[in-house]
């Protein structure tokens, strides 16, 4: 009995409302049509699926069928790019593809050199700083030469800080004393402090040593050479059960048979146990479902 009277609703709901635009006869239905996905516009004297050309002005930002509007000279109509817009004020409001344009006498793509001071920030994924009276782009700490602009590079991605009068990459290297070298990691390897015999130690990471002897000579932090690079040998570079149990820092994984550090081995077990809750939830619901039907 249940079954039929469900059947009976899906199929009134299904014939009773047009469900695509070309499916209205009238203004009025065609209006009416809301599925979800596609709205419907009464356009020479047809129902049909809501674009930016069919649409009025102001329509600056509104998107059908995928497609972003902009006003224009010639009314509405859709842009992918900067350059399709031919007004100042859309070019301000609207991103095609989610780039910022900019307008100057015609409409263009955004850089740094078009920001004032106070929003002189990242413009279209390119880091830019306020120096020299004007907005440019930089890649990396070195190319910044104000401290107070150094200071606030890692808005940006950036890990920058102001040493010996100059912008530099918060690395090993800018750390100064001895127990916090130790306790610091700077781009995932961990820092450690020189061992020479005079006192001309300072903090450092195996990817910065150049020279294979001195990479050698920091085995015990686990730098290695690899081709023609000192690197931190990671738990993961150990193939085998044996050789991953010498190295204190590591565990053997046995669901992936693989060699992780402690730290990793443990998100995996958290993924893990999220996974097979999330399965139980997934059977329950089935369960309810089918008592209640
Ligand atoms: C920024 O755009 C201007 C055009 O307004 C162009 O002349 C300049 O080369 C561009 N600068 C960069 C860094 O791309």
Request: with cysteine; hydrophobic share 30%; proline share 1%.
């Amino acid at each position: 009995m249940k079954t039929i009277i469900f059947i009976f609703i899906l199929i009134t709901i299904i014939t009773s409302t047009p469900s695509t635009c070309s499916d209205a006869l009238t203004m009025q239905e065609c209006t009416s049509i809301i599925n979800g996905i596609h709205e419907c516009i009464w356009y020479e004297n047809q129902c049909q699926f809501k674009t930016c050309q069919n649409s009025q002005i102001p329509c600056d930002g509104q998107v059908y069928q995928g497609e972003l509007c902009s006003n224009t000279k010639q009314g509405c109509q859709s842009v992918k790019q900067c350059s399709d817009i031919d007004n100042q004020e859309s070019c301000s409001i609207l991103k095609p593809q989610g780039i910022e344009c900019y307008w100057d006498q015609s409409c263009i793509i955004k850089n740094c050199s078009h920001n004032t001071k106070s929003n002189c920030k990242l413009t279209n994924d390119e880091k830019c700083i306020y120096q020299n009276q004007k907005c440019s782009s930089i890649n990396s700490c070195s190319d910044i030469f104000e401290k107070s602009s150094c200071l606030v590079s890692q808005i940006q991605g950036l890990t920058c800080i102001w040493m010996n009068d100059r912008c530099i990459t918060n690395s090993c290297k800018a750390i100064l004393t001895k127990e916090e070298c130790f306790q610091s990691v700077r781009n995932s390897e961990k820092c450690f402090f020189t061992q020479n015999k005079d006192d001309t130690n300072y903090c450092l990471s195996c990817s910065q040593l150049t020279e294979q002897c001195q990479c050698n000579q920091y085995k015990l932090f686990g730098c290695e050479w690899q081709i023609d690079s000192c690197q931190e040998v990671s738990c993961n570079t150990y193939l085998n059960e044996k050789q991953c149990a010498d190295d204190k820092e590591c565990i053997w994984y046995k669901p992936m048979n693989k060699c992780l550090t402690i730290e990793e081995a443990l998100n995996n077990d958290r993924a893990c146990d999220i996974y097979i809750s999330s399965q139980i939830l997934n059977i329950c619901t089935l369960l309810i479902l089918i008592i209640l039907w």
